[in-house]
T-cell receptor
Framework: NAGVMQNPRHLVRRRGQEARLRCSPM?????VYWYRQLPEEGLKFMVY????????ESGMPKERFSAEFPKEGPSILRIQQVVRGDSAAYFC????????????FGEGSRLTVL | KQEVTQIPAALSVPEGENLVLNCSFT??????LQWFRQDPGKGLTSLLL?????REQTSGRLNASLDKSSGRSTLYIAASQPGDSATYLC????????????FGKGTKLTVNP
């Protein structure tokens, strides 16, 4: 049973480009969470999605960031027109249901904006 | 607004020592508390999860306690080993249906051989 898979593991973008980060949850999990870890900071919640639904996006920046979790395929976190401040590690976690419980995290995608 | 604080920010101990990592949270209305381990450049590994109705959980050399009324949790590591070197993160989920984990900034542990 594969764990949470994230790709790419490392991504380098120049300012103004787009970054797309993908997350495949654990088998049987239909709930996905995205967290961001800025350098020297704790992990901060960004968005919580269920298949085809955004449940809670209260942690998402208002502009340039979007997330989706389609019926088929991985969840995608999209950052448009990246800026240096977007450089961070982006972690995805999954759970089997909506009941708050143990979350299983991927190894993260590390975005560097030049 | 829930805030999670971890003290100390960094800790260096000799191999074999027993140690305690501290976590405090400002809102005692939590659903559960989770301790994670993060190795450099890696993801998070769940170590222990304590439900709000529980007082402690144990796994091998690790023991986590929870005092919800005082807003505190401790992670006790017995007979520390160099392989325990990592950053340890504490996170809580608020009671009332929120699924969001609120994390502390972590304690960076170094166990010296």
């Amino acid at each position: 049973n594969a764990g949470v898979m994230q790709n790419p593991r490392h991504l380098v973008r120049r300012r103004g480009q787009e970054a797309r980060l993908r997350c495949s949850p654990m088998k049987g999990h239909s709930h996905v969470y995205w967290y961001r870890q800025l350098p020297e900071e704790g992990l901060k919640f960004m968005v919580y999605l269920q298949k085809e639904n955004i449940i809670d996006e209260s942690g998402m920046p208002k502009e340039r960031f979007s997330a989706e979790f389609p019926k088929e395929g991985p969840s995608i976190l999209r950052i448009q027109q990246v800026v240096r401040g977007d450089s961070a590690a982006y972690f995805c976690a999954s759970s089997p249901n909506r009941e708050p419980g143990e979350l299983f995290f991927g190894e993260g995608s590390r975005l560097t904006v030049l | 607004k829930q805030e999670v604080t971890q003290i100390p920010a960094a800790l260096s101990v000799p191999e074999g020592e027993n140690l305690v990592l501290n976590c405090s949270f400002t809102d005692s209305a939590i659903y559960n508390l989770q301790w994670f381990r993060q190795d450099p450049g890696k993801g998070l590994t769940s170590l222990l999860l304590i439900q709000s109705s529980q007082r402690e959980q144990t796994s091998g050399r690790l023991n986590a306690s929870l005092d919800k009324s005082s807003g505190r949790s401790t992670l006790y590591i017995a007979a520390s080993q160099p392989g325990d070197s990592a950053t340890y993160l504490c996170a809580v989920i608020r009671q009332g249906g929120s699924e969001k984990l609120v994390f502390g900034k972590g304690t960076k542990l170094t166990v010296n051989p």
